[in-house]
T-cell receptor
Framework: GAVVSQHPSRVICKSGTSVKIECRSL??????MFWYRQFPKKSLMLMAT?????????EQGVEKDKFLINHASLTLSTLTVTSAHPEDSSFYIC???????????FGDGTRLSIL | QQPVQSPQAVILREGEDAVINCSSS?????VHWYRQKHGEAPVFLMI?????EQKGHDKISASFNEKKQQSSLYLTASQLSYSGTYFC??????????FGAGTILRVKS
């Protein structure tokens, strides 16, 4: 149980392109979804917290116009990196939780490379 | 504020034990432990809640000392499959996790 699917697993695109990443909880309803960014050999940095049906809460220093988050249902959240530039290249990981004292379950991550 | 994990890295031989520590400067509601293998997503190991507790399954267990704002992960009789980077994530009541820098564990045969 507690399977989270993230798609695509890898994206390579040109600078200026917008990229959408999907995160789905397959066998449970996720009250809350989280988006993280991870640099090589570094820790997970929380970018934003997303609750179904409401606006995402962004961490300090994360541009909300750059990283658009939509949480349309209890099983789907999307992250769109708008007008991506090489410095946006990173490993992006989503997680989903049923809330309360329930753990976060992570998707497999998306490796984004902007040329 | 990011919790402090120690050690940064540890190398074990199969069958040896290890302890990974996680310390926070903030009061904690819960501590979550994850293991991440290279190029993969973190995998949930266990969660410890306020009130101080110990948990374990198989040969991996953990404790949470609420007063000291510390948690420790215990790996006994380590196996090759235990290799990876271990992260603690701390929740200070905001229902979101702040992850430590990670502890790299390598188990050699």
């Amino acid at each position: 149980g507690a399977v989270v699917s993230q798609h695509p697993s890898r994206v390579i695109c040109k600078s200026g392109t917008s990229v959408k990443i999907e995160c789905r909880s397959l066998d449970f309803q996720a009250t809350t979804m989280f988006w993280y960014r991870q640099f090589p050999k570094k820790s997970l940095m929380l970018m934003a917290t997303s609750n179904e049906g409401s606006k995402a809460t962004y961490e300090q220093g994360v541009e909300k116009d750059k990283f658009l988050i939509n949480h349309a249902s209890l099983t789907l959240s999307t992250l769109t990196v708008t007008s991506a530039h090489p410095e946006d290249s990173s490993f992006y990981i989503c997680s989903a939780s049923q809330g309360g004292d329930q753990p976060q379950h992570f998707g497999d991550g998306t490796r984004l490379s902007i040329l | 504020q990011q919790p402090v994990q120690s050690p940064q890295a540890v190398i074990l031989r199969e069958g040896e034990d290890a302890v990974i520590n996680c310390s926070s400067s903030k009061a904690l509601y819960s501590v979550h432990w994850y293991r991440q293998k290279h190029g993969e997503a973190p995998v949930f190991l266990m969660i410890l809640l306020k009130g101080g507790e110990q948990k374990g399954h198989d040969k991996i267990s953990a404790s949470f000392n609420e007063k000291k704002q510390q948690s420790s992960l215990y790996l006994t009789a380590s196996q090759l499959s235990y290799s990876g980077t271990y992260f603690c994530g701390t929740d200070s009541g905001g229902n979101k996790l702040v992850f430590g820098a990670g502890t790299i564990l390598r188990v050699k045969s």
